[in-house]
């Protein structure tokens, strides 16, 4: 009766799940959905992007279990490798019934059923804020360890979403009003990585709140996850990773008209310098390293003289060091 009472009730969380290959993660992940307890009726739009193992079975027993929670979308033809956006069209055109919508990639999960609640208790009793993000566990080779952002319950600063990137939010944490989401300019959401700027939009956009608690789990480096397939880039993969870095921050800052331009420095003296520096392209460091030098950020001895067109010094630097650190 109970149940029945709440689906006649109006949609408040749409929970947006994109899968692929994940069939030794799914499990878990549709798990947090449908033990979540809320007085409100929610659904998980879970889309499988053609998996060629058992992922889209799983989903189709959790959905023909939980029908008034699992909606699936199971492709035969994988959207991601089309990379014209209709992924991102066919995910969002099902997530349209909610007030607000939530994210969990399938490698990740949920492990407080009243993460849902709280989080939309907190949105509803103050309406300027846009967004509300918790803590979190990120979990490798089995073993966690709590993100631990901040000390207490609190509003996160933009600057600090900025500066810290896009593995600073749980994005398995977020529940942003539908309608901000949706306000995303067309520009702005048309990045190879949707994470950052989401957690960017949303906090420009109102406010966002921080709940202490760890409420789910980020995977690191899971099969199939975004940070495995980056950890083995190939040095052309890294410059144009630090190309369309570039042009997302730039891009933001310019969408943000630069009253973040210094958070937005200190990103580029961070990711930008350092994916230049793992691609061996140093030369090309030398702007963000002299970002570096501006905001009192370490450069260390042996690559300031690479950058600065002395590899051969920088490498005997290197060897010195080698020498008196084996003694």
């Not at 889209?56 to 909606?71: F, L, S, V, W």
């Not at 035969?76 to 007030?99: F, P």
């Not at 990137?165 to 942003?176: E, K, L, Q, R, Y």
């Amino acid at each position: 009766m109970e149940q029945d009472i709440k689906n006649q009730q109006p949609l408040m969380v749409t929970i947006r799940c994109i899968a692929y290959n994940q069939e030794a993660y799914i499990r878990d992940c549709l798990e947090g959905f449908v033990m979540q307890k809320t007085n409100f009726r929610f659904e998980a739009i879970v889309h499988d992007d053609a998996s060629t193992d058992g992922t889209a079975t799983i989903i189709r027993e959790y959905a023909e279990k939980y029908p008034d929670i699992i909606k699936p979308i199971l492709e035969t033809d994988n959207q991601y490798s089309k990379h014209d956006g209709s992924l991102r069209r066919i995910v969002d055109e099902a997530c349209l019934g909610g007030k607000y919508v939530a994210w969990c990639e399938g490698d990740d999960y949920w492990i407080d059923p009243l993460k849902l609640q709280k989080q939309v208790d907190f949105l509803e009793s103050n309406p300027d804020y846009s967004m509300c993000w918790t803590d979190a566990f990120e979990e490798c080779n089995g073993e966690r360890r709590p993100y631990h952002r901040y000390n207490k319950d609190c509003q996160s600063p933009l600057d600090d979403i900025i500066v810290r990137g896009g593995d600073f939010v749980p994005t398995c944490s977020i529940v942003m009003r539908k309608d901000v989401y949706f306000a995303m300019p067309k520009e702005a959401r048309g990045f190879y990585c949707g994470d950052y700027p989401l957690q960017m939009w949303g906090a420009y956009s109102g406010k966002a709140y921080y709940l202490k608690q760890q409420t789910c789990v980020y995977r690191f480096m899971s099969i199939g996850s975004w940070t495995a397939k980056t950890a083995k880039e190939s040095k052309t993969e890294k410059l144009r990773h630090y190309e369309n870095e570039k042009v997302l921050l730039d891009s933001f800052n310019q969408l943000f008209r630069y009253k973040y331009n210094e958070a937005f420095e200190r990103r580029k003296a961070d990711i930008l310098y350092s994916l230049l520096l793992s691609a061996g392209e140093y030369v090309k460091a030398k702007p963000y390293m002299k970002l570096r030098d501006k905001y009192g950020m370490r450069v260390g001895k042996s690559l300031r003289l690479k950058i600065i067109g002395y590899p051969r010094l920088g490498r005997l630097l290197d060897i010195c060091k080698n020498i008196f650190y084996s003694k």
